[in-house]
């Protein structure tokens, strides 16, 4: 997690820093842990269903070993190039392409999110439509599907609902906002990211530590690029909610990575148990639990200690001379988070392979 507190308030010739109080702290904090545990159930819950799809919109991506040797040098090249991109172009117009860019996915990715429980709430009566989105490459017998979308009138209702907390986040960059596009990414990446076996997570798990380690602990990389990377790949809550309500600007925040990638070997745990056919779900408490315990013993370390976070400074001490898109302060998580949960502009994703049951 990460924390930042905003520019000093001045008031006549003297600064004054805002103090978090302890119930905003606990209630930032709180909330950071149940949206965190939130996309882990349920896309936990709707990967089983995924994995059995016909459907190819809904087929997940299996993560296989390769994969995840591969990941964590692919993360460090896309966190590194970023780094690069913000020392020498301006933060503005950088931040403005991304801005565009997720915008599309997360009108995307919440529709996908809303999908389900628009089918419950909606009439039965209502007129439902089937279309497809059909794109192929070659003919005849060479003919191959690049995209492959299914949608009916249910699906376009949503996107219409989407397209609208996707133009109030474009203009206002409101942290509601951003959080529900972060929400949406979280649960698809926890839903449509497979890993094939155990070994596969342990792998993957061991090489995102080291990751964390070195670009976190060694370097100013992470710090800088999370301090100026403007896009819904983070979950944020106000500390100074309970003064300052909506308009609350002092965050405490959680990347995406942190959620989406424990949250991919909890689900893995829950198709193995559920695959042993038995009414007990052992395998995936078990893992949710302890993953609870995790994130609760990093926030108390990470506020304990003042570490790894993003304190005080304000983006133009460490990024000279790179103005700033709008006034609204940078509440940014690991670009690693981008890759895990959707296809980052920089990065790479698994390729896409067909499903093969889990296996441990």
Not at 163 to 169: A, D, E, N, Q, R
């Amino acid at each position: 997690p990460y924390e930042k507190e905003p520019k000093p308030l001045r008031t006549g010739s003297h600064a004054a820093r805002f103090v978090a109080t302890p119930e905003g702290t606990a209630l930032a904090y709180g909330s950071l842990v149940l949206m965190a545990l939130l996309p882990i159930f349920f896309g936990a819950l709707r990967s089983v269903s995924s994995s059995k799809s016909k459907n190819s919109s809904d087929m997940p991506e299996t993560i296989t070993s390769r994969d995840a040797a591969r990941f964590p040098i692919i993360a460090s090249c896309t966190l590194f190039g970023l780094y690069l991109f913000f020392k020498i172009f301006s933060q503005e117009y950088i931040n403005l392409l991304l801005s565009m860019y997720f915008f599309v996915l997360g009108i995307l990715a919440l529709s996908h999110t809303m999908s389900p429980f628009m089918n419950r709430v909606l009439p039965a009566n209502l007129p439902n439509k089937q279309y497809q989105l059909l794109f192929t490459q070659g003919s005849g017998e060479s003919k191959e599907e690049i995209v492959n979308y299914e949608f009916d009138t249910k699906d376009l209702i949503c996107l219409g609902i989407s397209s609208v907390v996707g133009v109030w986040y474009v203009i206002k960059k409101h942290w509601v906002a951003n959080n529900l596009f972060g929400l949406a990414f979280a649960l698809n990446g926890v839903e449509l990211l497979h890993l094939n076996n155990v070994s596969t997570g342990c792998i993957l798990l061991g090489g995102l530590f080291v990751y964390d380690v070195f670009w976190v602990f060694g370097t100013n990389v992470m710090v800088t690029v999370a301090k100026s990377f403007e896009a819904p790949i983070k979950l944020v809550f106000p500390q100074d909610l309970l003064e300052r309500g909506l308009s609350a600007s002092n965050f405490a925040m959680l990347g995406l990575g942190d959620i989406v990638i424990p949250g991919i070997f909890i689900a893995l745990l829950l198709r193995f148990d559920v695959s042993l056919k038995k009414n007990t779900r052992t395998y995936f408490y078990t893992s949710f639990l302890a993953y609870i315990f995790g994130l609760g013993l990093t926030i108390f370390v990470m506020h304990t200690f003042k570490h790894a976070q993003v304190r005080g400074e304000s983006s133009e001490e460490v990024l000279p001379h790179t103005p700033r898109l709008t006034h609204f302060p940078t509440v940014s998580g690991s670009p690693a988070s981008l890759v895990n949960s959707m296809q980052s502009p920089a990065g790479s994703s698994p390729r896409r392979r067909r499903h093969a049951p889990s296996d441990m």
